[in-house]
């Protein structure tokens, strides 16, 4: 672990003012950012240049990031917020159960059986949630909304890593390295650099001043520079750089060679005996040494803490298939889906069941199942729910007359002389054309002679009238009410025409139009009484002047 940070901080870079502190070790470089953005804008400017933002699954990445974040004491770093590239997705739910939390990392693996939360996190299943850290913490993990900004780091896994170019004599190299825009300048240095770097060396001493490109190449998995060329062309200097031997090429400079039983290594000039691998303990894998040998494991095992034995990486312990079930088995592990779901890459994935016809009419999907439902006027078989039956609506009486019962719905129909109301289920009568009835002058006519030809009395004795001026009468009489129910009639069919009226509306009109003609009628009658009627002397008056004279006589 000391030996990982040492390395850490030789390698990082002294850059003045610059805004991107570079490191790294012999797995990956990390790049620390003291531009604050969002998390989104972050996440996407490590992608973009090859990366992702930093982890931290263990404890080893904690102590790496640390001495990163340490190494920039120049900028006010130990107060500030980092993000790293843990996120609680939109939609997710916070669950307390879980290690993380229900917190993904944002690459590969994205669960992990570390934790170093400062406090339990905002439960929460509808708001996006990321993770931060800061050294006034002690680096332990805070979540906040993805819209804060703060400071980043990228991280950047390589192949393998080639050692700096080591100059025999004075000259200049400059490293164009994978995961930045631009190179690094003079004064900036890694202690390693990472595979696919292209160095642009220039030799000072030569004639020509001439400048050739050397890439960090893997050749039989040892990482080096190709060609090689140091910048020397002093044959007594150290054996051209070589621990063994050393040999001219044309036109690619100086090569160096191993003695029998040691291998090149990977700086391209030491050599390392290869019998240190001979009958070594190793479990898995020897690599050989300088002083001696270290054993490795193949992926999906970690070495034991005696160094040379391998134990096997359980999966299933990190939760790697979720709420599936796991299989763990040597060096690698497979998840066995639930009933709904499919493994695809690895992964549980939920069959949507609704794309394969399961349900005769409506299919709902959800997470791992599905449901069945049926159109209006059907309802799901007893025997079988995928299924739908008709409902025959009539049993339940709907209509008024008849009903007949139809796929989905059901139809009504009406008796003789009736028709289907516009609800579709009352039926009414046939419309049958009304006659109009007119009002008869003969009628009224005879009513008023009738009228008149009523005796009048007056007093014991009982006078018959003649009946005088009756044509003009009945003339008069007739015109009065003609014009009135004129009238009459001209306003019912205005006021029909302009709104629809209600029954109480028309009750109330009508008995306020037959009081008004009853009203006229009498006036009428009193009138004709008294203009068509005239008194005629009875013959008492000369009676009486006749027995006056025979008295005074």
């Not at 610059?18 to 790049?31: F, N, Q, S």
């Not at 008056?541 to 006589?553: A, F, I, M, V, W």
């Amino acid at each position: 672990m000391m030996l990982v940070l040492i390395l850490m901080l030789s390698c990082f870079v002294c850059g003045g003012t610059d805004r991107v502190k570079k490191a790294c070790t012999p797995e990956a470089c990390l790049t620390l950012h003291l531009e604050k953005k969002r998390f989104a804008n972050a996440s996407e400017d490590c992608i973009n240049n090859g990366g992702n933002l930093v982890t931290m699954r263990n404890e080893n990445e904690l102590q790496i990031i640390k001495s990163v974040l340490s190494a920039a004491g120049e900028y006010d770093i130990l107060n500030s917020k980092v993000w790293i590239g843990l996120e609680l997705q939109k939609r997710k739910c916070t669950d307390v159960t879980e290690e993380l939390k229900g917190f993904r990392w944002t690459s590969e693996p994205t669960n992990s059986r570390y934790s170093n939360w400062k406090k339990t996190p905002l439960s929460t299943c509808t708001e996006k949630r990321c993770v931060s850290i800061s050294l006034a913490d002690g680096l332990q993990w805070s979540d906040g909304s993805c819209r804060d900004r703060a400071f980043y780091m990228c991280k950047f896994i390589f192949k393998g890593m080639c050692k700096p170019i080591e100059l025999k004599e004075p000259g200049d190299v400059k490293y164009n390295v994978p995961f930045l825009l631009k190179p690094l300048r003079p004064n900036e240095r890694l202690a390693m650099l990472p595979h696919g770097t292209v160095a642009e060396i220039k030799c000072s001493g030569s004639e020509d001043a001439e400048t050739f490109v050397s890439i960090c190449l893997n050749n039989n998995s040892l990482f080096g520079w190709t060609p090689e060329r140091f910048c020397t062309q002093n044959q007594s200097y150290k054996n051209m750089g070589c621990d063994h031997n050393c040999f001219e090429t044309a036109g690619a400079g100086v090569r160096c060679e191993c003695c029998e039983g040691y291998y090149l290594m990977d700086d391209k000039v030491s050599c390392a005996p290869r019998i240190n691998c001979e009958n070594s303990p190793c479990e898995s894998k020897c690599v050989p040494t300088p002083t001696g040998f270290s054993c490795k494991c193949l992926d999906g095992f970690n070495l034991a803490e005696d160094k040379v034995s391998c134990i096997d990486i359980d999966e299933c312990q990190q939760h790697i298939c979720g709420e599936h079930g796991c299989q763990n088995t040597p060096g690698s592990y497979f998840c066995e889906c639930k009933p709904g779901f499919r493994l695809v890459a690895g992964k549980c994935e939920d069959v949507d069941e609704c794309t394969e016809d399961r349900c005769q009419q409506g299919c709902l999907n959800s997470e791992g199942s599905f449901s069945c439902y049926c159109h209006a006027g059907y309802s799901s078989s007893s025997n079988d729910s995928k299924k739908c039956i008709d409902i025959n609506e009539c049993v339940s009486g709907p209509c008024e007359d008849d009903c007949q019962n139809t796929l989905g719905s059901f139809k009504c129909h009406c008796r003789e002389n009736f028709i289907l109301a516009k609800n579709g289920i009352s039926c009414i009568p046939y419309p049958v054309e009304k006659t109009q009835i007119t009002p008869s002058t003969d009628h009224r006519g005879a009513f008023i002679t009738k009228m008149s030809q009523s005796p009048v009395t007056s007093g014991p004795s009982t006078i018959n009238t003649p009946l005088l001026n009756m044509t003009n009468t009945k003339a008069d009489s007739s015109k009065r009410k003609e014009r009135f129910l004129g009238s009459f009639l001209m306003l019912v069919c205005v006021l029909g025409s302009v709104i629809p009226l209600t029954v109480i509306t028309v009750l109330i009109m009508s008995v306020f139009v037959i009081h008004r003609w009853n009203r006229s009628r009498k006036a009428a009658l009193k009138n004709a009484n008294a203009d068509n009627y005239c008194w005629v002397s009875s013959g008492i008056d000369n009676e009486h002047k006749k027995n006056n004279s025979q008295l005074n006589g």
